[in-house]
């Protein structure tokens, strides 16, 4: 079978979420932060960099660490996290890696000839008198920047802003100048926080955190994740620095609002914040996004789902998938791991996989691995549960006529196979207590054409999933 995109893009073992992509001579380039498997924090490693030809979203290139925590001046000893960066390319022709450290206030900058090359501290961004953003008095505090840069201007968004929070007013811009890193223009808020939406369209879905911009033609599209998280909206302006005016969502990473499959606000995955950005690759554009694993906060991978543009210039929701990189449905035929699962749910319903620090208890499935961090151990479902059914969207399916799973677990019960969420079960797949994997298989009759497939536990204990296979 010929390599096909999948969801998550990257390897199982990699979580690279706050995935800003951009690209440069024919490939696409993802930044991002970079969690930990099994972390205790957010963004516990360094920047890596992966890319692929902009035509081939399933020939992902590993690029390496391109910057190090160590490598700010602030950080000597490695204490703080590098956090969600951007990059863009300045004047010079030159790459400026734009990002804030977790413990304080100011935007830290980097710089490079190559898009995915070595990056060397640069300095921070400033006012004319040396003053670095962040700390001047009236400030507000830096947080996740966003970068555009136009001829000699480059625009920095920035902003963190819980619900409730009065001393935050919302997302800002501010203005640098040719040398990357001095203020010409003083900050200015563009999106209002939950305490100052009220009569600004925004209620609702007020400004977060997880700025990012992009201009398509005459219309700069401010990406931010909102005061629920789970979704990536937008706001449009005609200028990078006034008059935005919120459109909508994008994706949200428990496909919540989407009713053409299901409820409008059934979760059909457990959410959490969320962060990511649009690119046009190859002719069409997609949303960067990320999901939450391990039954926490702090393992995120990143996805990709292709959108579309209606003719107003708004953006139509995009569903979580697994075939999102593929350009179309993946090969309804041969094996596919477990943890490409775009859906997981079971009978206790969760929008979130809760607070951070906060682990999902044994009643809910988690996609996960074996192993430490690093370890290219391939990812499966752990806990599966009476009720828990695990999604998969969507395959091209011709003359199915048999289903094969593998499970480990001390489980006692069956599998049945679906082709939507609430729909009849076409198979029967018996499974039982084992220490290591095992397949089992049933005879199926998938109708032909395009179809999701979802398999259900049934029973006692808690079984694994590895994978499933289509014949």
């Not at 890596?48 to 399933?58: I, R, T």
């Not at 931010?224 to 200028?239: D, G, I, K, N, P």
């Not at 999901?291 to 990709?304: E, M, Y």
């Amino acid at each position: 079978m010929k390599k096909q995109g999948m969801n998550p893009y990257l390897p199982s073992w990699e979580y690279t979420p706050d995935g800003e992509p951009y690209v440069f001579e024919g490939r696409v380039y993802v930044y991002g932060s970079h969690d930990r498997f099994n972390g205790h924090a957010y963004c516990l490693n360094d920047y890596v960099c992966w890319s692929a030809p902009e035509h081939d979203l399933a020939d992902w290139r590993y690029e390496g660490v391109i910057y190090r925590k160590t490598d700010d001046p602030l950080n000597p000893d490695a204490s703080m996290c590098l956090y969600a960066p951007d990059v863009t390319v300045g004047p010079d022709g030159r790459y400026y890696l734009y990002y804030v450290l977790d413990k304080v206030s100011v935007v830290s900058v980097a710089v490079c000839d190559t898009p995915a090359g070595k990056y060397s501290f640069y300095g921070y961004a400033r006012y004319a008198d040396g003053t670095r953003l962040g700390e001047r008095e009236g400030d507000e505090p830096q947080f996740d920047p966003a970068v555009l840069t136009e001829g000699e201007r480059t625009y920095l968004y920035t902003g963190f802003c819980a619900p409730g929070d009065r001393s935050r007013h919302g997302a800002m811009a501010t203005v640098l100048g040719s040398d990357m890193l001095t203020i010409i223009e003083a900050p200015v808020f563009v999106a209002p926080s939950e305490p100052y939406c009220t009569g600004s369209g925004f209620e609702g879905h007020a400004f977060f955190e997880a700025p990012s911009i992009r201009r398509i033609g005459d219309t700069y599209y401010l990406i931010y994740s909102s005061v629920v998280m789970h979704e990536l909206c937008y706001a449009t302006s005609r200028s990078p620095t006034r008059d935005f005016v919120y459109q909508g969502v994008i994706i949200s990473n428990n496909d919540l609002h989407i009713d053409s499959y299901k409820p409008a606000n059934k979760p059909m995955y457990y959410g959490g914040n969320n962060h990511g950005s649009i690119v046009e690759m190859n002719g069409k554009w997609h949303v960067f996004y990320h999901r939450h694993t391990n039954g926490t906060n702090f393992s995120r991978q990143g996805c990709i789902e292709p959108i579309e543009f209606r003719a107003d210039g708004t953006i139509v929701q995009a569903e979580m998938t697994t075939c999102g990189p593929n350009g179309g449905p993946l090969e309804g035929r041969g094996e596919y791991p477990a943890y490409l699962a775009c859906q997981l749910f079971c009978r206790d319903e969760a929008l979130y996989t809760g607070a951070p620090g906060e682990w999902m208890d044994s009643r809910f499935p988690k996609i996960t691995q074996d192993g430490k961090d690093g370890d290219e151990e391939v990812g499966y479902i752990a806990n599966m549960r009476d009720g828990a059914t695990a999604g998969f969207k969507y395959l091209r399916c011709e003359g199915i006529r048999s289903v094969r799973i593998k499970v480990r677990g001390y489980c006692r019960g069956a599998f049945e196979v679906k082709t939507s969420w609430d729909g009849p079960a076409l198979a029967r797949i018996p499974v039982d207590f084992t220490n290591v994997w095992r397949e089992y298989g049933a005879d199926v009759a998938i109708p032909d054409g395009i179809q999701a497939i979802y398999l259900t536990y049934t029973g006692s204990g808690g079984a694994s999933l590895a994978s499933f296979a289509l014949d």
